[in-house]
């Protein structure tokens, strides 16, 4: 309803759908990168905190076979939002697909066992790692064709692991099983150290440019720090750094599962607005944008969802057939 909503909306008003759209989808393709870059490091490096969500990363699995489904606007719109020709935007859109199905495969693999890690996470990170540096680029930077970092697929990289972190925590804001306190523990730890990266990253980011003192480099910045803008600049090192940082310095509070749910709240809101705040300054877009973009991730949201949800439930069903 929210996603046929927000189209509607788009069609007939004063703002850029294709746009808002692209915010949108952003966010819940880094939600599900991040799952599966999760499940990669889980096995490779091992730990309780995997065990205690291993179902939820295994069930992300499903959900991009209706992100691929969704991808197909953006490829109608990419000349439009990337200024392509025609003669570039076959490449573009074949390159885009390329992305998500060497992911949606790794991601499908990976989880086909819930209780146990898969043995080539190794090589696949590496894999995940180069496709999240494509995609930063190609999707991201090149919005804004003067603009290049070399920093900027580690803050895609960070944001897809801080989303994914964020829902899982979000989701068990009902509580853990029981005997599962050294395994939320772990696992709070690796959202402290997720929120620390991230921070570290986006300020490196934004010191070397500060630095560098390049007028095509300190555009982008200044673009996002003007007007509204610097107001979801403030906010989003709020939510996204600041204030899950401070809660999570307490060693009681990485152990409780509501606290981590609200945590995860506060980053999925901040994940959002940092979407929005990366695709649409580039894009002119403004507020009537950034609000759509709000009903076009909920509307996605509810099919990202539904796709989790049914991954979740085959993975009960199977587990009760083999006892």
Known sequence: MFLVLGTVIGLLGAVDLASAYLVALCFWIQVSGGCLALSLIWGVGGGRWGQLF??????????????????????????????????????WGARSVAYLGVLAVLAWVAGRRADA??????????????????????????????FHSSIFPFIWFSDSMLGALAWLAFWRMGGDPQGSEVARYQFGKLLFAAVFFWG????????????????????????????????????????????PFALLLSASLKRSARTSAW??????????????????PSLEGGAGEFGLALLLAIGMGGIWSCAWLYGRWAQTRKEAGAS
């Open 263 to 280: 945590v995860g709240g506060l980053v999925l809101l901040s994940q959002f607005m940092a979407a929005g705040w990366m695709v649409l």
């Open 117 to 146: 890690r898969w043995r080539w996470s190794g090589p696949g990170l590496v894999v995940v790692a180069l496709v999240f540096s494509l995609i930063a680029v190609d999707w991201m930077m090149s919005l804004t064709p003067h």
């Open 200 to 243: 570290y990253i986006a300020v490196s980011q934004w010191i070397i440019v500060w630095s560098a003192d390049l007028p095509s480099e300190a555009r982008w910045y200044l673009d996002r720090t003007s007007g509204a803008w610097l107001g979801v600049t403030l906010a989003v090192a709020l939510l996204r750094f600041a204030l």
């Open 54 to 91: 291993a179902k939820e990363m295994a069930a992300s699995r499903w959900t991009w076979l209706p992100l691929l489904a969704l991808l197909v606007p953006v490829l109608l719109w990419s000349g439009a939002l990337y200024g392509l020709e025609d003669s570039e935007v076959w490449g």
